[in-house]
């Protein structure tokens, strides 16, 4: 367990780096720019979700603001995806990224 954030770190890095490269791959099968967004956007939040229920099972935080901004900060990565993947389709992974 002494490596384990070491561990998820790098394993959020490989993802992240590989997510370009798969849309690329869908979106030449035919699947839309949006559709990939929403998708990386839910599985992201699922993984998320059973984060925060497993590290925080006793420590119910009931903080308007941090709700809010948590709202904000998905909003802000969904988008950023979103644009990334309508930009590999307009031209190709080289150049968005």
Do not use: E, H
Not at 29 to 34: A, E, L, N, T, V
Not at 37 to 65: E, M, P
Not at 83 to 96: G, P, R, T
């Amino acid at each position: 367990m002494r490596f384990a954030g070491v561990g998820l770190v790098m394993l959020a890095a490989i993802c992240w780096g590989i997510t370009g490269g798969i849309a690329d791959i869908l979106m030449n099968k035919g699947w839309d720019p949006i559709v990939i967004s929403l998708y990386r956007g839910a599985v992201g939040f699922i993984c998320f979700l059973l984060w925060f229920l497993f590290r925080f099972r006793k420590n119910w935080i009931s903080s308007t603001r941090l709700y809010i901004w948590s709202l904000l900060a998905g909003i802000g990565v969904a988008g950023n995806f979103t644009f990334y993947f309508l930009s590999i389709q307009a031209s190709s992974v080289a150049v968005a990224a």
